[in-house]
Nanobody, 124 residues
Framework: QVQPVESGGGLVQAGGSLRLSCAAS????????MGWFRQAPGKEREFVAA????????YYADSVKGRFTISRDNGKNTVYLQMNSLKPEDTAVYSC?????????????????WGQGTQVTVSS
């Protein structure tokens, strides 16, 4: 079992940047495709970005494409989400998780072992 621990969230003005980290305890992340998701108050958890296991190919939601970058450092057992040009609508709790079932990297139901999340607040 792998247990992610997210960090790096905070309060930032629109146009600013943050880098989120997702560190693993337990089993290494390198065995899994990894995803970042976010959940705003009153909304369902939504896909943000994922990194495919076999090729390290990144996938992004249209709303963050060109602004966010997902990466991983297997030596540190950590996955990152660099967020640039932040907008107020990016405000949410951001969580990472490994994809533990086969299927689309965009499908939140295929992910498990969620971390506690880290709050990102973007002021206008």
């Amino acid at each position: 079992q792998v247990q992610p621990v997210e960090s790096g969230g905070g309060l930032v003005q629109a146009g600013g940047s943050l880098r989120l980290s997702c560190a693993a305890s337990g089993r290494t992340f390198s065995s899994y495709a990894m995803g970042w998701f976010r959940q705003a108050p009153g909304k369902e958890r939504e896909f943000v970005a994922a990194l495919k296991l076999s090729s390290d190919t990144p996938y992004y939601a249209d709303s963050v494409k060109g602004r966010f970058t997902i990466s991983r450092d297997n030596g540190k057992n950590t996955v990152y989400l660099q967020m640039n040009s932040l907008k107020p609508e990016d405000t949410a709790v951001y969580s990472c998780a490994p994809r533990v079932r086969s299927g689309s990297d965009y499908d939140v139901s295929l992910y498990d072992y969620w971390g506690q999340g880290t709050q990102v607040t973007v002021s206008s």
